[in-house]
């Protein structure tokens, strides 16, 4: 497939049968508070913007949602290899292979930018509409803006690293997602070194890796 590429597969088949019962809980005992402020080699926003969001990390979502942590190694790696026509690797920091962001009502979106891995798959674990906000947008270079609405069980596939995206702000519910990172099989990995700092409010590199 061309890149920049864009796609949407329904995986809800692939959820556990009480799956959203589950993320719901884990995100309001679980979820923490952190801050985006622009300015970083990912974000296309300019420096002092401060966007509030609530999100669970790789090590929260490998404890606590653990079909989701097996699922971003499993079935979403081989939907991502398909859609993508590439082999792939996930991501083998735990930290950051999965996360989930939790957007508040009346709250601020997510900010525009881009993905130091080519590849993301994207969870909707909430469904919202179109006069919700909570939109996917996205401005690939080889067509018209995007703009998708989340449906609950929905895996969106993209190439991140080349197409600048955000989530506008939601106005009704809460807006949960999984962003899920994969890399080219064989291809240096880069993670700018200011990257896990912005994400996760803290200045120490994760070194807590996958092992196998």
């Keep these: ?67 989701l942590f097996e699922l971003h190694r499993t079935s979403f790696h081989r939907i991502a290899e398909e859609i993508s026509g590439m082999s792939l690797d996930p991501d083998n920091a735990v930290t950051s292979a999965v996360n989930v962001n939790i957007l508040d009502p009346g709250g601020d979106g997510y900010e525009w930018h881009l993905d130091s891995n080519p590849v993301t798959a994207l969870l909707f674990l909430s469904t919202h509409t179109e006069e919700d906000g909570g939109r996917l947008e996205l401005r690939p270079t080889d067509r018209e803006p995007l703009s998708v609405t989340p449906c609950a069980g929905t895996l969106a596939v993209f190439d991140a690293r080349r197409c600048p995206h955000r989530v506008s702000p939601p106005t009704q519910g809460l807006r949960i997602s999984a962003p899920m990172n994969y890399f080219i099989t064989g291809q240096p990995r880069h993670r700018p070194d200011d990257l896990d700092a912005a994400l996760y409010n803290h200045n120490d590199r994760d070194v807590r890796m996958l092992i196998g």
């Design 1 to 67: 497939m061309s890149l920049p590429f864009f796609a949407t597969v329904d995986v809800l088949d692939l959820l556990p049968q009480d799956w959203s019962t589950h993320v719901d809980r884990v995100c309001e005992q679980w979820s923490r508070r952190s801050e985006l402020h622009g300015g970083t080699s990912t974000s296309l926003e300019p420096l002092g913007t401060v966007i509030d969001y609530r999100l669970l990390t790789g090590d929260d979502i490998a404890e606590h949602l653990p079909w």
